[in-house]
């Protein structure tokens, strides 16, 4: 006989006159009993005093609370009771990559088709071939993008030789892509993209968006006859992305893209975000923000560069995209050798200028400026084991995985610094220098680089991430990636008399970091 009197701990939404009896009194139940509720929503089954646990029953609930907060033991579900984690088969159809991708929990993902059209389930977690596919990463985007990019490798032909002369050019059109996010009637999708001030979460859409422009560029890749070439697609670079209008959680969200531009084994693919509302109907201003991705191609033998297919603009917009697409280029590689030739003939007088201050509060502290901080003393590190369950189809560390866990340090170094919620104005240019496979021991330093707060009213706060691929077997620590974010401050914090403080550094090595992203923006 056990006497439950603890109130009922669970992470779900209920009718609260359906446990109205429970919650009011004590009641005392026999070993092993259970009880449901009138609306069989989960059933309360209490084993021991120690182990009392929920079971689900309807499959629209895909987790358990299988615990109270207080319990020491864990429960051992039974045969009969053990009925997560919920499986979903895998659609028995033949998936056809060219299909509109809907970001929905229980979505079918439908791109328009090239020559039929068949629907993919994003919710499924049964994947085929198991080979292909990265370990259970949960987001409903990236099984579902995929879950796409699986169909192109079952067409593949490995065994065929490819030469330059088969290579064809396609059309923007062939490789076109969009993501519907129906936050606005699927609660289930929303909670997953929703942050605690109940905004998106940005670290999850640029991770999203990584995984799309992977999908793209792989469609891109493929022949007219479905097969893949036997290639490698990575990603190189992100071009700057900055947020022209905020993001909401509660109106539908759409991501589409294609390839804009295709060099002899590189390729630019630009993806648009847009979000209609009740401020802004007109579709032209619906755009969010846009995003250019480039991707490079491996051969998957030797490791060097391959030939991918050229491009075929058509419409006036995509012969547009494309003359834009080939300025930057230029211009990257223009900056390129202009870095390497401001390595060797530094602005020492800008040097000295920075470090000015900073050399006051490292000899006299106590003099230092009460409104300035050392650059050192806004450090935050996160370090993390690389997991298979985070890797993509070729075996490394998911391109998108590295910048969310990149925004996610940011961000909370920002508040930290600011002593207030941040909100994402931009990110900056990204290198992926070297590839993170499975196993590394993978070390994230960010710093708030430097702020602007020439106006009070929005000051800027510019946070720099490092990864650090470490191989303790080596004795090795490499540079993997740079990220550079742009926060500022909730208006509202600013009118209750918040003051963001300037940040100096202390090192010649920091000085020039803080230039060389300066000069980086002032550029842009």
């Given at each position: 006989?056990?006497?439950?009197?603890?109130?009922?701990?669970?992470?779900?939404?209920?009718?609260?006159?359906?446990?109205?009896?429970?919650?009011s009194?004590?009641?005392?139940?026999?070993?092993?009993?259970?009880?449901r509720?009138?609306?069989?929503?989960?059933?309360?089954?209490?084993?021991?005093?120690?182990r009392?646990?929920?079971?689900?029953?309807s499959?629209?609930?895909?987790?358990?609370?299988?615990?109270?907060?207080?319990?020491?033991?864990?429960?051992?579900?039974?045969?009969?009771t053990?009925?997560?984690?919920?499986?979903?088969n895998?659609?028995?159809?033949?998936?056809?990559?060219?299909?509109?991708?809907?970001?929905?929990?229980?979505?079918?993902?439908?791109?328009?088709?090239i020559?039929?059209?068949?629907?993919?389930?994003?919710?499924?977690?049964?994947?085929?071939?198991?080979?292909?596919?990265?370990?259970?990463?949960?987001?409903?985007?990236?099984?579902?993008?995929?879950?796409?990019?699986?169909?192109?490798?079952?067409?593949?032909?490995?065994d065929?030789?490819?030469?330059?002369?088969?290579?064809?050019?396609?059309?923007?059109?062939?490789?076109?892509?969009?993501?519907?996010?129906?936050?606005s009637?699927?609660?289930?999708?929303?909670?997953?993209?929703?942050?605690?001030?109940?905004?998106?979460?940005?670290g999850?859409?640029?991770?999203?968006?990584?995984?799309?422009?992977?999908?793209?560029?792989?469609?891109?890749?493929?022949?007219d006859?479905?097969?893949?070439?036997?290639?490698?697609l990575?990603?190189?670079?992100?071009?700057?992305?900055?947020?022209?209008?905020?993001?909401?959680?509660?109106f539908?969200?759409?991501?589409?893209?294609?390839?804009?531009?295709?060099?002899?084994?590189?390729?630019?693919?630009?993806?648009?975000?847009?979000?209609?509302t009740?401020?802004?109907?007109?579709?032209?201003?619906?755009?969010?923000?846009?995003?250019?991705?480039?991707?490079?191609?491996r051969?998957?033998?030797?490791?060097?560069?391959?030939?991918?297919?050229?491009i075929?603009?058509?419409?006036?917009?995509?012969?547009?995209?494309?003359?834009?697409?080939?300025?930057?280029?230029?211009?990257r590689?223009?900056?390129?050798?202009?870095?390497?030739?401001?390595?060797?003939?530094?602005?020492?007088d800008?040097?000295?200028?920075?470090?000015?201050?900073?050399?006051?509060?490292?000899?006299?502290?106590?003099?230092?400026?009460?409104?300035?901080?050392?650059?050192?003393?806004?450090?935050?590190?996160?370090?993390?084991?690389?997991?298979?369950?985070?890797?993509?189809?070729?075996?490394?560390?998911?391109?998108?995985?590295?910048?969310?866990?990149a925004?996610?340090?940011?961000?909370?170094?920002?508040?930290?610094?600011?002593?207030?919620?941040?909100?994402?104005?931009?990110?900056d240019?990204?290198?992926?220098?070297?590839?993170?496979?499975?196993?590394?021991?993978?070390?994230?330093?960010?710093?708030?680089?430097?702020?602007?707060?020439?106006?009070?009213?929005?000051?800027?706060?510019?946070?720099?991430?490092?990864a650090?691929?470490?191989?303790?077997?080596?004795?090795?620590?490499?540079?993997?990636?740079?990220?550079?974010?742009?926060?500022?401050?909730?208006?509202?914090?600013?009118?209750?008399?918040?003051?963001i403080?300037?940040?100096?550094?202390?090192?010649?090595?920091?000085?020039?970091?803080?230039?060389?992203?300066?000069?980086?923006?002032?550029?842009?």
């Amino acid at each position: 006989m056990y006497t439950l009197k603890r109130p009922l701990f669970h992470s779900f939404r209920f009718n609260n006159s359906n446990f109205t009896s429970l919650r009011s009194s004590t009641k005392t139940y026999q070993a092993n009993e259970t009880i449901r509720s009138q609306n069989p929503i989960f059933s309360a089954k209490f084993p021991d005093p120690t182990r009392p646990f929920f079971i689900a029953n309807s499959p629209s609930v895909s987790r358990i609370n299988t615990h109270f907060p207080n319990s020491l033991i864990q429960p051992r579900l039974t045969s009969t009771t053990q009925t997560f984690p919920q499986i979903r088969n895998f659609c028995n159809k033949q998936s056809n990559p060219n299909a509109e991708l809907s970001a929905s929990n229980d979505i079918s993902a439908v791109i328009p088709p090239i020559r039929s059209s068949q629907p993919i389930d994003a919710g499924s977690s049964m994947r085929k071939p198991i080979s292909l596919w990265p370990g259970m990463y949960h987001s409903p985007v990236t099984n579902a993008l995929w879950e796409a990019r699986s169909s192109m490798f079952e067409k593949s032909a490995d065994d065929k030789q490819y030469s330059q002369s088969e290579l064809v050019a396609k059309t923007p059109s062939r490789s076109r892509t969009c993501i519907d996010y129906k936050f606005s009637s699927d609660y289930i999708l929303k909670e997953q993209y929703r942050n605690p001030w109940d905004e998106i979460r940005m670290g999850k859409l640029l991770e999203d968006l990584d995984a799309l422009a992977g999908t793209i560029s792989y469609k891109h890749c493929r022949n007219d006859d479905g097969a893949t070439r036997p290639i490698l697609l990575v990603t190189a670079s992100v071009d700057r992305m900055v947020l022209k209008k905020p993001i909401h959680v509660d109106f539908d969200l759409k991501i589409s893209g294609a390839v804009t531009w295709v060099g002899r084994s590189s390729m630019e693919i630009q993806l648009e975000v847009t979000q209609s509302t009740q401020d802004s109907p007109n579709p032209s201003d619906s755009i969010a923000f846009v995003a250019n991705f480039t991707f490079v191609a491996r051969d998957s033998q030797t490791g060097k560069s391959a030939p991918v297919n050229q491009i075929l603009p058509e419409t006036e917009r995509e012969k547009l995209l494309w003359k834009e697409a080939e300025e930057r280029n230029k211009m990257r590689k223009q900056k390129r050798a202009e870095r390497k030739k401001d390595a060797n003939n530094s602005d020492e007088d800008r040097l000295y200028s920075l470090l000015a201050e900073g050399r006051v509060f490292c000899d006299m502290p106590a003099l230092a400026d009460r409104d300035s901080i050392l650059i050192r003393d806004t450090c935050h590190e996160n370090s993390l084991i690389c997991q298979p369950q985070q890797r993509n189809i070729h075996g490394r560390i998911f391109g998108g995985f590295l910048m969310r866990k990149a925004f996610e340090l940011a961000f909370s170094n920002a508040y930290a610094f600011a002593g207030a919620a941040p909100c994402f104005l931009e990110v900056d240019h990204i290198d992926f220098f070297k590839p993170v496979d499975v196993g590394n021991f993978l070390r994230l330093k960010s710093s708030v680089l430097y702020t602007e707060v020439e106006n009070p009213a929005k000051p800027l706060i510019n946070v720099e991430v490092v990864a650090h691929v470490t191989r303790p077997e080596l004795r090795s620590s490499e540079v993997s990636n740079k990220f550079y974010f742009t926060f500022t401050v909730r208006p509202e914090a600013m009118k209750e008399g918040l003051r963001i403080r300037n940040v100096v550094p202390a090192t010649e090595e920091e000085a020039r970091r803080v230039l060389e992203h300066m000069d980086a923006e002032s550029s842009q």
